[in-house]
């Protein structure tokens, strides 16, 4: 059965630091990308940032440049997404996901030259008080 799972979401301050952990089970990490894309409510899905499985090369949205580190031990199976100088506008359910490649901000969705995503997490949410 394959299963993203993540934890590490919670309440913080603006300011603040969070690290979200997602451990992957089921599937050969190393054949996908892996990435975090957010979801807040009355807004479109986000690409926050993503690790390709063939050269390591990361990406990271505009918002969160600075701020968002991603890493992976791929030894465990685990993605990690550091979280610091937290802003309100970063509330959202964070879920992390498997994609075929991390290219470019649409990397989750099926827009060429992506291929969507093979799996994804039920997300943790991060709120972000002002």
């Known amino acids: 059965e394959v299963q993203l799972v993540e934890s590490g979401g919670g309440l913080v301050q603006a300011g603040g630091s969070l690290r979200l952990s997602c451990a992957a089970s089921?599937?050969?990490?190393?054949?996908?990308?892996i990435g975090w894309f957010r979801q807040a409510p009355g807004k479109e899905r986000e690409g926050v940032s993503c690790?390709?499985?063939?050269?390591?090369?990361?990406y990271s949205a505009d918002s969160v440049k600075g701020r968002f580190t991603i890493s992976s031990d791929n030894a465990k199976n685990t993605v990690y997404l550091q979280m610091k100088s937290l802003k309100p506008e970063d509330t959202a359910v964070y879920h992390c996901?498997?994609?075929?490649?991390?290219?470019?901000?649409?990397?989750?969705?099926?827009?060429?030259?992506?291929?969507?995503?093979?799996?994804w997490g039920k997300g943790t949410l991060v709120t972000v008080s002002s």
């Open positions: 996901a498997a994609p075929y490649h991390c290219i470019g901000s649409s990397w989750f969705s099926s827009e060429p030259p992506n291929r969507g995503m093979a799996y």
């Open positions: 089921g599937f050969t990490f190393d054949d996908y990308a």
């Open positions: 690790i390709s499985s063939s050269d390591g090369s990361t």
